[in-house]
């Protein structure tokens, strides 16, 4: 079983950062990729950035030159620079993680419990 302990959310004013970390335990063989989605009231919830083992990053439209996502692999972290933030930033952002058992195990996936973030002056 994997865990996903999320922190670093928070209130923060426009045009400010912050940073979000995620860290993985439990057993398995791989865990990758590594990223963050998020979901404001009323909207679906979509990707923020994701990234993999060999550091292949892959971000939504939204947040494209404001934030990044970088990963430590010894700690099984990933993590999300948040700049420039917006009030439509604002929203729960949940950590997501793809897993294996063994190297012939289908993937599986785990979510973080999520962690508020709110953009407000």
């Known amino acids: 079983q994997v865990q996903l302990v999320e922190s670093g959310g928070g209130l923060v004013q426009p045009g400010g950062s912050l940073r979000l970390s995620c860290a993985a335990s439990?057993?398995?063989?791989?865990?990758?990729?590594m990223g963050w989605y998020r979901q404001a009231p009323g909207k679906q919830r979509e990707l923020v950035a994701s990234i993999t083992s060999q550091f292949n990053t892959d971000y939504g439209d939204a947040v494209k030159g404001r934030f990044t996502i970088s990963r430590d692999i010894h700690k099984n972290t990933v993590y999300l620079q948040m700049n420039s933030l917006k009030p439509e930033d604002t929203a729960v952002y949940y950590c997501?993680?793809?897993?294996?058992?063994?190297?012939?195990?289908?993937?599986?996936?785990?979510w973080g419990q999520g962690t508020q973030v709110t953009v407000s002056s």
């Open positions: 439990g057993t398995f063989f791989s865990i990758d990729p």
């Open positions: 997501n993680a793809q897993s294996r058992s063994s190297s012939w195990s289908a993937l599986r996936a785990h």
